[in-house]
């Protein structure tokens, strides 16, 4: 669609600027001078240049996050992306079932992120827990997630799976719903099995939806702190220190703010630079499936 | 049976399983809780309900959460619905620009603006406040809510906004009367969706509030005490926040599957 | 290629249908001859697209057998009945090229490769899209899409028959009348059977060898487009067959003939015996290209009042009411139109009698 060349638009955009810009800029300019200062009052200030970002990009705590962050991630993607087209595939589209299927499927989705730790520390815990209780004792594991790295990992990951992959499922199944039956009728009389239905019919259709999936899913995990912050505090030991969890602590915990709003800075530059990616990617897939 | 509906029957019951702990816990005395796992509560009681609807520390919190929510979604929708229709309609100078910087708002670690926001809002006299929250949400729902309005706006023909020009329409009454009731749907979903992250976000909220202004969520917090942690009251309280959602769903279920594609399929 | 047989079938989407109307298509016995090139028209929510897709395998009968050449075929998937079918909207495989989309019906199937190169160049070929056999599907205009189509049906040599939904909806009018062209090329060429859903007569009529009109669920009449204009077997063809649809005349049949509603006037002397004991309403129908309009009075003629002449161009349509019946009467251009009255004159001949909407005379 052609658009108009029109400069007054900007006063439309105007409020939105002013209440963004209100949230998001000012507090930035005080980001950008702790992490140029070290500041000890408000008349007691110093210029210390780059040496809070020296002394947190040295450092390993920040750089070990930042790895724990990215793995973490990435088996987000790798599990949610897929189970959540299953999902979707599977999902009942029509009839009384599909309205409760789709309530259901959105409900992880509009709890409180501390009362889905909750849920799950609750649901986790060895000695008040079902899954707990029942890993160690039908099952025979030995399960514990307060004291071992790998158990607290997995219990944060279906955590996360439990409550974010209904959102993807739900982005599949619109997208699935746009297919005009006449697609899947054609590819009957043509003979194609399932899996060509799949990877010519369904797949091309959900890309928009699933683009739009990952995006959202890989900026939401690389930003997680509620949920694992109330089921395992970033640990045990460091294990579960994420990277918000890990600015938190340095920030509000040991009030060290240089440090903590150079990590500010730098971490904000990460997303900055990987939503910008993302963000073309999806202008050139965007305009790519429009045509279509 | 397919083998992808499986894997759905699988998933629900993975689904339900730990809301039904949770449930479970909450008709319980924390004394059958520490006693040992049983899968139904021996004797089911509503004690722990009505020690939250009682104390007023715990069911101000779900007034305070509920109208931090609703001022948002207000101030949300309002600023955004002009915006949107900008970016859909008109090229203006640095409108790219101001569209991925919106973005990356809504991709920005809460965590990073805690102290900022915290420092900001004692400084302006609002710490404390419903409308502090409200604001602070602002920084991701509308960046959120602007994207969504843009892509069921650009589904409206702009044949409509001409023909209105044309019949002598200024743009307030024309985006009023008309063209807002055309995208209700979208305007729907974004409501949902500002509703859905402003409840579910806590960093932000809890920082930014104390005791007048205290979520729900943070009142939570409240159940370690020296006797030990009070499972059962805060099961409880776990389960009532999940109802104002399950409600809004609810309301929304048959625009779920064209809501959550955003406008953009 | 095979001759379709649909033998006590009738389809409802509710689970316990009771009443007719739960009916979506009503009980039909009806064969489609091998090779023929049929027209299955009839307006929005008659029936036409589920009697389509029943005997495409896409909708399984309620009640009722399909057979083709003498095989039932009832249970069998779209795919195993070996039927073509090409939609309202144009489904083309967007991760595919051209090529790729028209040999995948064939690759599905397992047929050797060389095989189906030779089928898809010539397919391509003869629905003009050599030139752009290696171009992505996903870009193309309708027209290219909606051929796409046409050839997946195409490739088959072994092809029951090429059912056609509305293809050309999405068309634009000066394509529409080179891919119908193409159509009957086709079918001049392979003489398989094609059966061509659509609710526009002129598409029905210039395409078919015979159409098949339904009317609520139900086949109404099926025929050569001669026969549906001259000899409607239902008031429905009548009216919907024809621009404008046929003239109806509600009568009464007494001693001296048919009179009238409403009216002395006696028409139709020659149809009062068919008329006796008929139950449900009588009514005479005459297309407005065979009525009469003289300018003097004539034999048998009947005095009526001028309402309303249209210059159609190569035609003139005039209104003229007998007692409190509008009637149309289409004029040739030349012909020369009386003012205010005249005198019309119902050809026996020409003249039908319908009781109850059906022909009886």
């Not at chain 3, 899209?129 to 909606?146: E, I, N, V």
Request: net charge neutral; with cysteine; aromatic share 12%.
């Amino acid at each position: 669609m052609g658009k108009t060349e029109n400069n007054k638009a900007w006063f439309l955009v105007l409020p939105v600027f002013v209440i963004v810009a209100f949230s998001a800029i000012i507090p930035l300019i005080t980001v950008v001078n702790y992490a140029f200062q070290d500041i000890l009052g408000p008349q007691d200030r110093y210029w210390v240049g780059t040496e809070w970002f020296k002394e947190v990009l040295t450092d390993d705590a920040l750089q070990e996050a930042l790895l724990r962050q990215l793995v973490f991630s990435t088996a987000v993607l790798l599990v949610e992306i897929p189970l959540g087209i299953v999902l979707a595939l599977g999902m009942p589209a029509r009839g009384a079932g599909a309205s409760a299927a789709l309530v259901l499927m959105a409900l992880p989705l509009l709890i409180p992120w501390n009362v889905v730790g909750t849920i799950w520390q609750i649901f986790a815990r060895g000695d008040i827990g079902l899954a707990g209780w029942f890993i160690n004792g039908p099952l025979g594991l030995d399960y514990n997630y307060t004291a071992d790295s790998f158990d607290a990992w997995i219990t944060i990951l279906v955590m996360d799976v439990w409550h974010w992959t209904p959102l993807v499922a739900l982005l599949c199944y619109a997208g699935l719903r746009a297919i005009p039956d006449a697609y899947y009728q054609a590819a009957s009389i043509d003979g194609a099995s399932r899996w060509a239905v799949f990877r010519h019919i369904e797949l091309p259709k959900m890309r928009g939806v699933l683009l739009i999936a990952v995006l959202l899913r890989f900026m939401d995990s690389f930003t997680i702190y509620t949920e694992p912050f109330v089921v395992t505090g970033g640990g045990p030991g460091n294990a579960t220190t994420f990277l918000s969890i890990h600015l938190a602590k340095i920030a509000v915990g040991q009030f060290d703010l240089g440090p903590a709003a150079a990590i500010s800075i730098v971490y904000f530059l990460i997303i900055l630079t990987l939503s910008f990616v993302f963000y073309n990617v999806m202008i050139r897939v965007g305009t790519g499936s429009s045509k279509s | 049976m397919s083998r992808s509906r499986i894997v759905v029957i699988v998933w629900y019951v993975f689904l339900l399983l730990p809301l039904y702990w949770l449930f479970n816990m909450s008709l319980k005395t924390n004394a059958e809780i520490l006693s040992g796992l049983t899968l139904v509560p021996r004797n089911p009681t509503l004690a722990n309900y009505r020690t939250i609807f009682t104390d007023p520390t715990w069911y101000s919190g779900y007034i305070n959460s509920l109208t931090y929510v609703v001022l948002n979604t207000l101030i949300s929708l309002s600023v955004a619905l002009p915006a949107a229709y900008a970016f859909s309609r008109y090229r203006f100078i640095g409108d790219k620009h101001m569209f991925f910087w919106l973005l990356t708002n809504r991709m920005a670690p809460a965590a990073v603006f805690l102290l900022p926001f915290f420092q900001l809002y004692q400084t302006i006299g609002l710490f404390d406040t419903h409308i502090a929250v409200a604001l602070a949400h602002c920084l991701f729902n509308v960046p959120l809510a602007v994207w969504i309005l843009e892509g069921f706006m650009s589904g409206v023909p702009k044949e409509i906004d001409e023909t209105a020009y044309i019949d002598g329409y200024g743009f307030p009454r024309f985006f009023l009367t008309i063209f807002v009731p055309l995208i209700r749907s979208g305007i729907g979903v974004t409501a949902f969706f500002c509703f859905m992250f402003s409840w579910v976000e806590l960093l932000l909220a809890r920082t930014l509030t104390t005791v007048n202004a205290k979520p729900i969520a943070a009142t939570m917090t409240r159940t370690v005490s020296a006797a030990g942690m009070d499972w059962a009251t805060l099961a409880a309280a776990g389960v009532l926040t999940i109802v104002p959602g399950a409600l809004v769903i609810w309301f929304v279920r048959n625009y779920i599957a064209k809501g959550f594609a955003l406008g953009r399929v | 290629m095979a001759r379709i047989e649909l033998r006590d079938l009738a389809h409802a989407y509710g689970p316990r249908p009771e009443r007719e109307e739960d009916y979506a298509l009503k009980r039909a016995d009806f064969a489609w001859e091998d090779g023929g090139a049929y027209a299955l028209l009839g307006p929005s929510g008659c029936g036409k697209t589920t009697m389509l897709n029943i005997i495409s395998g896409l909708v399984r009968p309620s009640e009722g057998k399909v057979l083709f050449d003498g095989k039932d075929v009832t249970g069998l998937s779209p795919a195993a009945r070996n039927i073509a079918q090409v939609f309202q909207f144009p489904v083309v495989y967007d991760t595919m090229s051209v090529g790729e989309n028209l040999a995948f019906p064939l690759k599905n199937r397992g047929l050797p490769r060389a095989e189906i190169e030779e089928r898809v160049r010539e397919v391509a070929q003869m629905l003009e899209l050599s030139p752009m056999l290696h171009q992505r599907a996903a870009g193309l205009a309708a027209d290219a899409k909606q051929k796409i189509s046409v050839g997946r049906g195409l490739v088959r040599s072994d092809v029951a028959a090429i059912l056609f939904d509305e293809p050309l909806t999405v068309i634009d009018p000066h394509l529409k009348w080179r891919l119908r062209r193409n159509l009957k090329e086709i079918h001049a060429r392979f003489r398989r059977t094609l059966v061509y859903v659509t609710h526009d007569q002129n598409e029905a009529l210039t395409f078919a060898d015979k159409v098949v009109v339904m009317h609520e669920g139900q086949i109404v009449q099926t025929g050569t487009p001669q026969e549906l204009f001259e000899e409607p077997a239902h008031r429905f063809v009548g009216f919907f067959i024809g621009s404008p649809g046929m003239n109806f005349l509600p009568v009464e049949g007494d001693e001296a003939g048919l009179r009238l509603e409403g009216t002395d006037i006696v028409l139709g002397r020659e149809l009062a015996a068919q008329a006796r004991g008929r139950s449900g309403r009588l009514e005479l129908g005459i297309r407005p290209e065979f009525l009469e309009l003289h300018e003097a009075p004539v034999a048998d003629g009947l005095e009526a009042a001028l309402t309303e002449v249209q210059d159609l161009g190569n035609f003139k349509l005039a209104t003229v009411r007998l007692g409190p019946h509008l009637l149309k009467v289409k004029l040739h251009e030349d012909a020369a139109v009386p003012q205010a009255r005249g005198w019309l004159r119902l050809p026996p001949t020409r003249t039908r009698l319908y009781a109850g909407g059906r022909l009886i005379g």
